[in-house]
């Protein structure tokens, strides 16, 4: 009798082990697009402008807050300045980064980032606990690139906030590079991501 109660326990066990080996699946969260902004500082010797894109997409998880996918948009028409308070200097501004010198938005008119990589990061000189790898798409040319971000994850909410600098020569946006020119843009831009995701509800 107890063999066979032994027995029995163990099939048990067994099958158990079995179906909770699947049950860990992905879980969606959405980027909160009233909240979440990717903000940009573009700068030359003398001046410097900021301002922000919208960002949409999402983010995949174990389901234990270890994210391990992504994919976003960023709308090139979502630019926005800060710094102008001019209506009509801000809005040629605008439209210049809108303009082939720049996004060229009429032929790219989305910029894409793919994660491909979400691993823990450890940098005294940092406050971010992870570092993310993936594929930026912009201006029609993709290259990978890494941020160091401070990922914070809780039941019903994500928080992706990161800071780095992102060559645009890369990518092809070429314009006004001479600096013996009357305007010289830097080749770095400041991106700051303040990203906020929920639970997909779907």
Known sequence: MKQKIYCAFMALSVL???SNKGTISLTDFNADEDSSAVEWKGSAPTHFHRGAFKVSGNLQTDGKGKITGGDFSIPVASISN???????????????????????????????????????YNNPASSANTMITGDFTMIGQTHS???????KTEKNKITVEGSFKLNRLQ????????????????PDV???LKLYFKPSAS
């Open 145 to 151: 690139i890494q941020i160091p971000a401070v990922i």
């Open 171 to 186: 990518w092809g946006m070429s314009s006004f590079n001479d600096p013996e020119a009357d305007l010289y843009i830097l």
């Open 16 to 18: 158990t082990a079995c």
């Open 82 to 120: 800060f710094d102008l308070t001019n209506t009509a200097e801000r809005e040629q501004l605008l439209n210049h980064l809108k303009s082939p010198d720049f996004f060229n938005m009429a032929v790219h008119p989305e910029a894409r980032f793919h994660i491909t990589k979400a691993a823990p």
């Open 190 to 192: 400041d991106i700051t």
